[in-house]
């Protein structure tokens, strides 16, 4: 096989050893545009992980990488006059000269020919000139061969917000160290990392609004350099900064990050393939220390492929199939992380200890388990001051730190003994919308389970606001005294409090229960009754019942539905009460600009769509008690083009603040059919922290949080103030006291009948990590450890 490899980066050069090491017969040609010594970055950055991956695939370049790594576990953070470090991180930097070099030399052991100063314009005639049967486009993120063949590569490049400079300093620093610098124009961050004996790299970042109200797009070059040695003066330590861009001038030097993601990595010209790799591929912010990473991770995972695969169509298929996953999940983390730095200014209400949680935690990679593996010290400080903060705003004190979903937490004069809430869940059990008791058994034993509250599923405020006939209602007198059966029992027999949820169904309403076929309509015509929205819609096209435009009078009478409902609630003792304004529901469908098309004032801008559920939120709140708490359910997300976005989110959440609300339960989606989400682990979390740390009101996280590490991160990130946990506490009531014992947590307090469960539970624990210690040679702790890890 004849290789030819565009572009003498480490991709490139990596790939082409590791494919002459696995068949010394096959001659490969690098291509690089730049002379041997030439490069324009400073320092790069591995992962412990990574360095494992180099030593598996060529022990002698490893080692040669290896001797030349300054090595740091430590995560310095400068905010606000305050230092905070964490350990255990496990980093090394090297210099990327001295990289290439390492492999350029490895290259030439091997045999592989390397032409430099040779600039490609034409892949074509590169590939005939040494007769490539396989061409490497490594050419980086400017990569003309894939604006070439843009058809089959599918790249999306997108162009993110803040502007950066790459520099250098002679100042030697002992952690990788982010400080962060407030000026009259906003805030500016540096990245900083020692990666030779002598040198660190010195990132510094800025939105591009502040980079030019500072002036930085008029400065020239050393101007630039002048202003950030002054901005980062305390950091420098009367050290300079130097460039190394000279082929850059002025504003030039300053430049935005390209996102870069191609739906294929593979074009054949004839039965020549061309194979994107690298940054020509993808890129990754710098905040997480991956382009590089990715590259030689993309070689390895390439040979391996051609050593497997005889056919060359078959290996392609296998690289990009197994890389495509792995680089969409680090992609996917780099864009996290860089969405924190492109909006540090949201966080700066934080105190120093929180701020630097929150900036160790943003790509959600690291969680709260894995950092006390790193550092249990740091960790174990943190919670302590996180609980004394929480109990001082709860008016408690705790007795000793706690983990930070069992803190307790205070709206109005309700006070919460942890973090943890069920989520309302539609049974579709009640008969003609008394709820009885299987609902008294549902939420009786998820109230003795641990969690601080549980919401009682979406109640419906008149017969025709039933999303089902086996919906609850709280529109009647026996509604009313079955719900306070259920209250009475839950504050009788626990410390846990206990919401109501009151909705209307719009033209989501007058279906078959979940198991019966959702969303579908009743069987019988006789059976549904009629339905309404904010303007005529057919929630299933073809299938739904179409729902007419709501009029005046029916604003007025739905009004008063609600207004009833509450008072019905306080009635019944809850202690607190949530307006379901997400969904597609009813109120829902006023907010979305998708069923929104109304001509009045209740349509057109998103303040118009708001102004019927805030009036409907108001007449709640003004008859409601004044020490309960409210909070309002959204949609942040329609997962729809033309749809709500997060965006607008953080402005729905300011109109409820401003009427009054205590709190936004942060959802998403289901006003639409055409929706398409982007699911995960937490996935709806980052909307819970944009609207707590933009509109600056408390937030509820939901949506695939399953164990008490995702709380406990959420909560010490300060990216939500509650966490709604649903399915996990389907499948056991007890969840909330089940995950504290997982993490051996014991002063929460287990109801009497519960102890024998709870020796039981912490019994199979530790058998669990006694047998999987036998199986491997580790103590329990290594294997607790290592599960942990993941």
């Not at 054949?268 to 940054?279: A, E, Q, S």
Request: with cysteine.
């Amino acid at each position: 096989m004849n290789i030819v490899c565009i572009g003498g980066g480490p991709a490139g050069l990596y790939f082409s050893l590791l494919m002459k090491k696995q068949d010394p017969s096959r001659r490969i040609t690098v291509v690089e545009r730049n002379r041997p010594y030439d490069t324009f970055g400073w320092g790069v950055v591995f992962s412990d992980q990574t360095l494992g991956n180099l030593m598996n695939s060529d022990e002698a370049t490893a080692r040669a990488i290896l001797q030349s790594f300054n090595h740091w576990d430590d995560i310095d953070v400068f905010f606000k006059g305050e230092k905070v470090t964490s350990g255990g991180h496990g980093f090394c930097g090297i210099g990327r000269k001295r990289l290439l070099n390492i492999l350029q030399q490895r290259c030439e052991e091997l045999g592989v020919s390397l032409v430099f100063e040779t600039d490609v314009m034409d892949d074509q005639e590169i590939a005939a000139r040494y007769n490539a049967q396989l061409v490497i486009a490594s050419d980086g993120l400017n990569s003309r061969t894939r604006t070439r063949y843009a058809d089959s590569y599918q790249p999306q490049i997108e162009a993110r917000q803040c502007r950066f400079v790459w520099l250098g300093t002679r100042k030697k620093f002992d952690a990788f160290t982010f400080a962060f610098k407030q000026t009259e124009h906003g805030w500016f961050q540096a990245h900083i990392y020692q990666y030779d004996g002598d040198t660190s790299t010195f990132i510094v970042e800025t939105p591009e609004s502040v980079w030019r109200a500072a002036g930085l797009e008029d400065m020239s070059a050393e101007q630039s350099i002048a202003y950030c040695e002054q901005l980062f003066a305390e950091q420098l330590d009367g050290h300079g900064l130097m460039s190394n861009s000279t082929h850059l001038r002025g504003s030039g030097m300053w430049i935005k990050f390209p996102r870069i993601v191609c739906g294929q990595w593979v074009h054949w010209n004839g039965d020549v393939p061309v194979v994107l790799m690298g940054d020509a591929a993808h890129s990754a912010h710098y905040s997480i220390g991956s382009g590089t990473k990715l590259a030689l991770e993309d070689a390895i995972e390439l040979a391996r492929c051609f050593g497997q695969h005889a056919d060359a169509a078959a290996a392609l298929a296998a690289y990009q199939s197994a890389r495509a996953v792995e680089v969409i999940k680090l992609q996917s983390a780099a864009r996290n992380s860089m969405e924190w730095f492109e909006n540090v200014d949201r966080y700066t209400a934080m105190e120093a200890p929180q701020f630097a949680y929150s900036m160790l935690t943003r790509s959600q990679r690291l969680s709260h388990e894995n950092l006390r593996l790193r550092d249990a010290a740091y960790v174990a400080d943190y919670e302590r001051w996180f609980a004394a903060r929480a109990g001082e705003q709860a008016g408690l004190v705790p007795a000793k730190a706690a983990p930070p979903m069992f803190t307790p937490f205070k709206v109005r004069d309700v006070v919460l003994k942890n973090r943890i809430v069920v989520s309302p869940m539609a049974q579709y059990s009640a008969v003609d919308g008394v709820v009885g008791d299987y609902h008294l058994a549902h939420l009786g034993a998820r109230a003795l389970g641990g969690a601080a509250m549980v919401f009682a599923e979406m109640t419906c405020v008149s017969a025709d606001a039933r999303i089902t006939p086996a919906c609850p209602g709280m529109y009647a007198p026996e509604h009313t005294q079955a719900w306070k059966r259920i209250v009475d029992f839950v504050h009788q027999h626990s410390d846990a409090k206990i919401a109501l949820q009151l909705g209307h169904a719009g033209a989501k309403g007058s279906t078959r229960a979940m198991w019966d076929g959702i969303d579908q309509p009743l069987p019988g015509s006789q059976d549904n009754w009629p339905l309404v929205s904010a303007s005529p819609q057919q929630y299933l096209a073809g299938i739904s019942q179409t729902a007419r435009a709501m009029t005046l009078a029916d604003m007025d009478r739905i009004e008063a539905d609600f207004v009833r409902a509450t008072q019905a609630a306080d009635a019944a003792g809850f202690d607190w009460l949530e307006l379901h304004c997400a969904h597609g529901y009813l109120l829902s469908s006023f907010i979305s600009p998708l069923t929104n098309e109304r001509g009045d004032e209740y349509g057109g801008s998103l303040e118009n769509r708001c102004r019927y559920p805030l009036r409907v939120f108001a007449a709640m709140r003004a008859a409601w008690p004044q020490h309960k708490p409210m909070s309002v359910r959204i949609s942040a997300h329609d997962w729809v083009e033309g749809g709500i976005t997060p965006d607008d989110a953080v402005h729905i959440a300011r109109l409820f603040k401003a009427a009054g609300a205590d709190m936004i339960d942060c959802s998403s989606g289901q006003v639409s059919k055409l929706e398409k989400p982007v699911y995960g682990r937490m996935f709806q979390t980052p909307f819970a922290d944009r609207i707590r740390n933009e509109a600056g009101i408390g937030a509820i996280a939901v949506g695939s949080i399953f164990e008490a590490d995702h709380a406990n991160g959420i909560i010490a990130a300060g990216r939500a103030d509650l966490c709604a946990v649903g399915r996990p506490h389907l499948a056991n009531p007890a969840w909330t006291l089940a995950e504290a014992a997982k993490i051996g947590y014991s002063a929460i307090a287990w109801p009497k009948q519960y102890v024998p469960a709870k020796q039981q539970l912490e019994r199979n624990l530790e058998r669990e990590r006694q047998l999987a210690a036998a199986n491997t040679g580790l103590t329990p702790q290594q294997v607790a450890a290592k599960l942990l890890e993941g």
